[in-house]
């Protein structure tokens, strides 16, 4: 945010719509995601994604322009990053287990949270050394170079493409004598109760994880911290979400969803009135940790 406002004299509201546009497109592209995965499965999917981002964080390191930045970054890097998320990973999970799904989930989803703790210190020190450009155009390219190779090599649609059944325990639901459940349509899904209240949570967790996400380096650099700072903070908060992935899905095993996510809400609240009271730095360092722990639980 703050090195387009100094080179380009853009406000933050500007600069802050790509992203805004960015999540519009992600979520909408995430359908033809999932249409590419249960025809082709994750090796194309993910191989064809992460080319696609890369191509969008390099062209918008090559941004002049408020339009080539919605262009860029709000709509190409948009499309890319969308065959590559947690609901991607979720759904092609859910093929190989029906049990301990998640567990096995939040194990998956420690990758982010490794990913966020040492990128984000990474890229404020690269945007110092080299750069906004510069940075921008080699993270598009580390993205690449790592997810295409473990896709091709390692990923497949089903267990069955190797011989295996899905993991499944005894005490698997699955095994126990359960009525039939009703054949939904997609339309009669997606109206269906469970499904709105799913959406209307996860609408709220996205705004709250993604507020934090853009605005928390520009807040702490306002109070007084250092960019290197800052991010450190934020990586610091990655690291403590990894604790968060594993121990709420653990929960939900134990007692259903519905308490773990309540109590992931509340803590986010007390996140976020912390910083309404206080923008010292001991503030923002609890703030953070307090937000990384249930940052990519949900």
Not at 63 to 78: D, M, Q
Not at 165 to 172: F, H, I, M, V
Request: charged residues 10%; positive net charge; glycine residues 12%.
């Amino acid at each position: 945010v703050k090195p387009l406002t100094v080179e380009f004299g853009w406000d933050r509201g500007t600069i802050a719509f790509a992203y805004t546009l960015n999540m519009l497109v992600f979520g909408f592209a995430q359908m033809m995601a999932g249409k590419i995965l249960d025809r082709f499965g994750p090796r194309l999917l993910f191989s064809l994604s992460a080319l696609v981002a890369s191509a969008g964080l390099f062209l918008t390191s090559r941004t002049t322009s408020i339009p080539e930045l919605y262009l860029y970054y709000g709509v190409v890097t948009a499309v890319g990053v969308s065959g590559i998320t947690i609901g991607v990973v979720s759904a092609t999970i859910s093929r190989w287990f029906k049990s301990l799904r998640g567990v096995i989930g939040g194990i998956a989803v420690t990758g982010t949270s490794f990913g966020h703790s040492t990128v984000v210190p990474a890229l404020a020190y690269c945007l110092e050394r080299f750069g906004w450009r510069a940075s921008c155009a080699g993270l598009g390219l580390l993205g690449s170079v790592i997810v295409v190779p473990v896709a091709l090599a390692v990923m497949k649609k089903e267990p069955a493409d190797i011989g295996l059944l899905p993991y499944e325990t005894a005490k698997s639901p699955s095994n126990r004598q359960t009525p039939p459940t009703p054949d939904f349509s997609p339309r009669k899904a997606f109206f269906s109760r469970s499904f709105l209240f799913v959406a209307i949570a996860y609408g709220c967790c996205g705004f709250g994880d993604f507020f934090f996400v853009t605005q928390f380096i520009p807040f702490a650099t306002d109070a007084g911290l250092t960019t290197q700072s800052a991010s450190n903070i934020q990586g610091l908060a990655g690291l403590f979400s990894l604790a968060g992935v594993l121990i709420f899905p653990a929960l939900t095993e134990k007692f259903g969803h519905g308490g773990p996510l309540s109590l992931m809400f509340v803590l986010r609240g007390v996140c976020y009135g912390i910083l309404v009271f206080s923008s010292k730095e001991p503030a923002i360092f609890s703030a953070a940790l307090l937000m990384g722990f249930t940052l990519m639980a949900t």
